[in-house]
């Protein structure tokens, strides 16, 4: 995968810039808040129809403009696609591949396949369950359409069950209809079950062969699953495999804290309650590594999608780094640099060219970008 050109109207505080990127490293430089991250999200936009950052889509218009407009040509096995967008500030998006347009999200997500690494990823690694099974959630939805849809299904039953138990507490209704919830809640549950315990398996593998990498085999890495059911603390080859074992695990938890539940009035077992540890030489990266160890960690957990991508498209997707030299040594950037190139196609963003060595910057094409004007210096 090979981006060959990017083209913004509108975008953000770029009111009209023209990208062609180099086939291998691309450096983005300048200082904060002049826009070098919009260029990232326009990639990510075109990839993922989703902003890299929390905010309203209106949002990535620029301020004054009746629209945003992008546009990518690409190659892919050898074929050469165009995507276009617009983006309406009255929250209309067209969507068009190769000239055709595109009326089913699903048709444009994922055509431009991106692996993206922002200051928001080190949440997976310091934050809490809620950001792990975010990151899960994220990258297991654009993977799979029946994930996203049993996500969707879980959430709502989830929801009605919720409902159902608080109103039964506060004496406003009966459970008679709880246990058709419940087999709701065990069907869409048990897919997301076994897709994070299938998916989280190939990423330990891949994650610790990435931080290897990395830290030149001084540290290792590895991930373990704790479903929210009663088997959350044990390793992860102990869990079920397949959805239908979930399945019977699941309805055996519901049963098992059923009168809790209802005395508490909210479902206390369920994907809801998952997580999964992050472990640095065994011991958890989130209380006892160290911040440059932290952000290796994040690193090396988004870049282990990489591998990931490259078995199911059969060649690698095109990596976007924003800030990520701020907290590593040296040593870690060298090596992250050595393990993207020639591999990959990446875009990296900085605000001082003393983090790359000289002979790095020799063979990048670096863009330069103040108040939002985009320039190339070779």
Request: net charge neutral; proline share 6%; charged share 25%.
């Amino acid at each position: 995968m090979r981006l060959l050109a990017l083209r913004l109207w509108n975008f953000r505080n770029i009111a009209q810039a023209q990208i062609d990127p180099h086939p291998s490293l691309n450096i983005i430089v300048g200082a904060n808040a002049q826009g070098k991250t919009n260029l990232l999200e326009a990639l990510y936009y075109l990839s993922t129809l989703r902003p890299l950052r929390p905010v309203r889509e209106v949002d990535l218009i620029r301020w004054g403009s009746p629209e945003a407009r992008l546009y990518a040509r690409y190659t892919h096995n050898g074929l050469s696609d165009e995507l276009h967008l617009r983006l309406h500030r009255e929250g209309k998006r067209m969507l068009v591949l190769n000239e055709q347009p595109i009326t089913r999200q699903s048709g444009f997500v994922g055509t431009l396949p991106v692996v993206c690494f922002t200051a928001q990823d080190l949440q997976v690694v310091r934050g809490e369950p809620a950001d792990r099974r975010r990151f899960l959630d994220s990258e297991l939805s654009l993977l799979s359409h029946r994930y996203l849809y049993s996500l969707s299904q879980y959430r709502r039953a989830l929801e009605q069950r919720n409902n159902l138990l608080r109103a039964h507490l506060e004496g406003s209704a009966t459970l008679e209809s709880l246990p058709e919830w419940n087999v709701q809640l065990v069907k869409y549950g048990a897919r997301l079950f076994q897709a994070r315990r299938k998916f989280l398996d190939q990423l330990n593998e891949s994650a610790s062969e990435v931080h290897q990498s990395l830290t030149g085999g001084k540290e290792s890495l590895s991930l373990v699953y704790q479903p929210g059911l009663p088997i959350a603390h044990c390793p992860l080859p102990t869990a079920p495999e397949k959805e239908e074992e979930w399945a019977d695990a699941f309805t055996s938890a519901l049963h098992q804290v059923e009168g809790e539940e209802i005395r508490r009035g909210t479902t206390l077992v369920g994907p809801h309650r998952d997580d999964f540890l992050i472990l640095v030489g065994g011991v958890e990266a989130r209380t006892f590594a160290s911040q440059g160890q932290q952000r290796t960690c994040a690193l090396s957990l988004r870049l282990s999608e990489v591998p990931l991508l490259e078995s199911l498209r059969d060649e690698p997707p095109i990596v976007l780094l924003d800030d990520v030299f701020s907290d590593l040594d040296p040593h870690r950037r060298a090596r992250l640099v050595a393990y993207l190139q020639p591999r990959t196609q990446t875009f990296i963003t900085c605000t001082d060219l003393g983090f790359f060595e000289p002979a790095v910057l020799e063979q990048a094409r670096l863009f330069r970008v103040h108040e939002g004007q985009v320039s190339t210096d070779g």
